[in-house]
């Protein structure tokens, strides 16, 4: 009996692959610790549909170990095989997998590529007892007077030939100004960004007209007295990203050419900019005071 | 059929669908990276399209242009080229051309794990 391992990682991509023998599949099952007794409730909820690491995907090529299904995913210290979901006693089963070098090697994943694993691993969503898509409360939401309303209707006009949505970028909907241009921040003022991070962008988007929310906040938010508020994150030395936030309470955002959502991507409606899922966008910079008039894109 | 890649004489340039607010890293490619994707798209099988789920944020997918407007579009284990409004669909469940595409990108122009993926 040997197992193929699949790192679930990728969404675009291929998973990368692994295969163990008889010997190494029957350490990988004896290490898992599965105790079918502790079971879980609704364990891996959404996890196929996350972006980023989604654990490790088992396939049982021959006779099925353990009472386990055929194919079944690990993620953290959870098991879910079919409908059944079970706590085990091992986590972190990707640095035991990736130290097998020989293994590593004839899979072809390359040292960056286990590093990647590695790293978003070590760093994925452990999976819960609760569904990560459930509907917020709309106690805590901050509803602004002064935000612009979500319609993403307007934004996402592919049906009539896509000149908005494929010429406009997430700074331009953050700002809520069109300019069919993919605006970049400084361009209009000048003040090209430096660099692709925080302290960089920074210059560039105040040239632009962009406020600084102050105080910054550590926690709460509050509504500015005049303008919007959107948010910068950035991808560190790769590329930005805005958010902003809707009259409704709910922060929506319009990742580069596709459509205006306001769902993270893990899926859910987006509360808080700083605790939204932003895939590879790691670092949360600041909000920021959109005040029309005041504002050119270019 | 289609008309995609009747001729492998106009040049091709390629763009990776990866981020939000700087433009798509866009690169052209050589004359023999040409003729193997080329290669490559006529192996491909014909397919039902599929609808391709694309991540919100970060890598969903690439794609090539050539001067005669053909554009051929990798994600999800699916290769479109769309020449003239005439759409072609390919199946190529091993990424085979996506990969290829990726693999051709200058040094430094797109993220490295991206590159790394397309190797492995």
Same mark, same amino acid.
């Given at each position: 009996?040997?197992?193929?391992?699949?790192?679930?990682?990728?969404?675009?991509?291929?998973?990368?692959?692994?295969?163990?023998?008889?010997?190494?599949?029957?350490?990988?099952?004896?290490?898992?610790?599965?105790?079918?007794?502790?079971?879980?409730?609704?364990?891996?909820?959404?996890?196929?549909?996350?972006?980023?690491?989604?654990?490790?995907?088992?396939?049982?090529?021959?006779?099925?170990?353990?009472?386990?299904?055929?194919?079944?995913?690990?993620?953290?210290?959870?098991?879910?095989?079919?409908?059944?979901?079970?706590?085990?006693?091992?986590?972190?089963?990707?640095?035991?997998?990736?130290?097998?070098?020989?293994?590593?090697?004839?899979?072809?994943?390359?040292?960056?590529?286990?590093?990647?694993?590695?790293?978003?691993?070590?760093?994925?969503?452990?999976?819960?007892?609760?569904?990560?898509?459930?509907?917020?409360?709309?106690?805590?939401?901050?509803?602004?007077?002064?935000?612009?309303?979500?319609?993403?209707? @307007? @934004?996402?006009?592919?049906?009539?030939?896509?000149?908005?949505?494929?010429?406009?970028?997430?700074?331009?909907?953050?700002?809520?100004?069109?300019?069919?241009?993919?605006?970049?921040?400084?361009?209009?003022?000048?003040?090209?960004?430096?660099?692709?991070?925080?302290?960089?962008?920074?210059?560039?988007?105040?040239?632009?007209?962009?406020?600084?929310?102050?105080?910054?906040?550590?926690?709460?938010?509050?509504?500015?007295?005049?303008?919007?508020?959107?948010?910068?994150?950035?991808?560190?030395?790769?590329?930005?990203? @805005?958010?902003?936030?809707?009259?409704?309470?709910? @922060?929506?955002?319009?990742?580069?050419?596709?459509?205006?959502?306001?769902?993270?991507?893990?899926?859910?409606?987006?509360?808080?900019?700083?605790?939204?899922?932003?895939?590879?966008?790691?670092?949360?910079?600041?909000?920021?005071?959109?005040?029309?008039?005041?504002?050119?894109?270019? | 059929?289609?008309?995609?890649?009747?001729?492998?004489?106009?040049?091709?340039?390629?763009?990776?669908?990866?981020?939000?607010?700087?433009?798509?890293?866009?690169?052209?490619?050589?004359?023999?990276?040409?003729?193997?994707?080329?290669?490559?798209?006529?192996?491909?099988?014909?397919?039902?399209?599929?609808?391709?789920?694309?991540?919100?944020? !970060?890598?969903?997918?690439?794609?090539?242009?050539?001067?005669? !407007?053909?554009?051929?579009?990798?994600? !999800?284990?699916?290769?479109?080229?769309?020449?003239?409004?005439?759409?072609?669909?390919?199946?190529?469940?091993?990424?085979?051309?996506?990969?290829?595409?990726?693999?051709?990108?200058?040094?430094?122009?797109?993220?490295?794990?991206?590159?790394?993926?397309?190797?492995?």
């Amino acid at each position: 009996m040997s197992l193929k391992i699949i790192f679930d990682i990728f969404s675009g991509r291929p998973n990368p692959e692994m295969m163990l023998n008889d010997k190494d599949a029957k350490a990988f099952l004896d290490q898992l610790g599965l105790d079918k007794t502790k079971t879980v409730a609704d364990a891996h909820a959404n996890v196929e549909t996350r972006l980023g690491y989604r654990g490790i995907i088992v396939e049982q090529l021959g006779a099925a170990q353990l009472g386990l299904g055929a194919r079944f995913r690990i993620q953290g210290n959870q098991l879910k095989s079919g409908e059944d979901a079970f706590r085990i006693a091992s986590a972190s089963l990707e640095n035991g997998l990736l130290a097998k070098t020989a293994n590593v090697s004839a899979a072809g994943i390359s040292s960056e590529l286990a590093a990647l694993i590695r790293s978003e691993a070590s760093a994925a969503p452990a999976a819960s007892g609760a569904s990560t898509a459930s509907a917020p409360s709309t106690a805590a939401l901050l509803k602004c007077a002064t935000a612009p309303i979500y319609e993403p209707a @307007w @934004w996402n006009d592919t049906a009539t030939g896509g000149v908005r949505q494929y010429h406009n970028n997430c700074y331009n909907y953050a700002c809520n100004y069109r300019t069919d241009t993919y605006a970049q921040p400084g361009r209009a003022s000048g003040t090209s960004f430096t660099s692709i991070s925080c302290s960089g962008m920074r210059p560039a988007v105040q040239g632009d007209g962009l406020a600084s929310y102050s105080p910054n906040p550590v926690v709460g938010l509050q509504c500015p007295g005049k303008g919007e508020l959107a948010a910068m994150v950035v991808w560190p030395n790769w590329d930005f990203h @805005w958010y902003r936030l809707g009259n409704d309470g709910f @922060w929506s955002h319009k990742p580069g050419s596709n459509p205006v959502t306001n769902l993270d991507d893990s899926g859910n409606v987006i509360t808080d900019p700083r605790t939204a899922n932003r895939g590879r966008y790691t670092e949360f910079c600041s909000f920021m005071v959109v005040m029309h008039g005041h504002v050119f894109l270019k | 059929m289609g008309t995609c890649f009747s001729s492998d004489a106009t040049r091709l340039r390629a763009t990776a669908h990866v981020f939000s607010g700087r433009e798509d890293p866009s690169w052209e490619l050589t004359r023999a990276d040409a003729l193997h994707l080329a290669e490559l798209w006529r192996a491909l099988p014909p397919s039902r399209p599929k609808r391709i789920a694309v991540s919100a944020l !970060g890598y969903r997918g690439c794609s090539v242009a050539n001067e005669r !407007g053909e554009r051929w579009t990798a994600a !999800g284990g699916q290769v479109t080229c769309d020449a003239a409004g005439a759409v072609d669909v390919r199946a190529d469940p091993e990424r085979r051309f996506e990969r290829a595409v990726l693999a051709t990108a200058p040094p430094g122009l797109i993220p490295g794990d991206l590159l790394a993926a397309s190797r492995s």
